[in-house]
């Protein structure tokens, strides 16, 4: 079975950092490009960050240069998001996905490319 897991939601006041993690299991998680995304109500589905599985990376979103960072780390099978000087607009529902094997899949900033995805946590920023 497939699973993608989120972990590291929480309430945090503008300013503050938080980390995030997403473990992989049931694939082989070196020949899958993973994504992160957000969600926050009203608003459609904003992709973040590409780890594609051929070492490049990737970023969508003007908004979150600088204060977010992108990490992946295949022993621990985990694809991680270091959110720093954290704002309301930053509240969301935050999703990763996996796309592959390899070039069967491919990151893409709507998520159209995405195989797997996690069933999400909430972040949330408060003024």
């Known amino acids: 079975e497939v699973q993608l897991v989120e972990s590291g939601e929480g309430v945090v006041q503008a300013g503050q950092s938080l980390s995030l993690s997403c473990t992989v299991s049931g694939i082989p998680f070196d020949d899958y490009s993973l994504m992160w995304f957000r969600q926050a109500p009203g608003q459609k589905r904003e992709g973040l960050f590409c780890?594609?599985?051929?070492?490049?990376?990737?970023y969508y979103q003007e908004s979150v240069k600088g204060r977010f960072t992108l990490s992946r780390d295949s022993p621990k099978s985990t694809l991680n998001l270091q959110l720093a000087d954290l704002k309301p607009e930053d509240t969301a529902q935050y999703y990763c996905?996996?796309?592959?094997?390899?070039?069967?899949?491919?990151?893409?900033?709507?998520?159209?490319?995405?195989?797997?995805w996690g069933k999400g946590i909430q972040v949330t920023v408060s003024s």
């Open positions: 996905a996996a796309a592959g094997p390899r070039s069967a899949g491919y990151c893409s900033e709507p998520g159209t490319g995405m195989k797997y």
């Open positions: 780890s594609a599985w051929s070492g490049a990376i990737a």
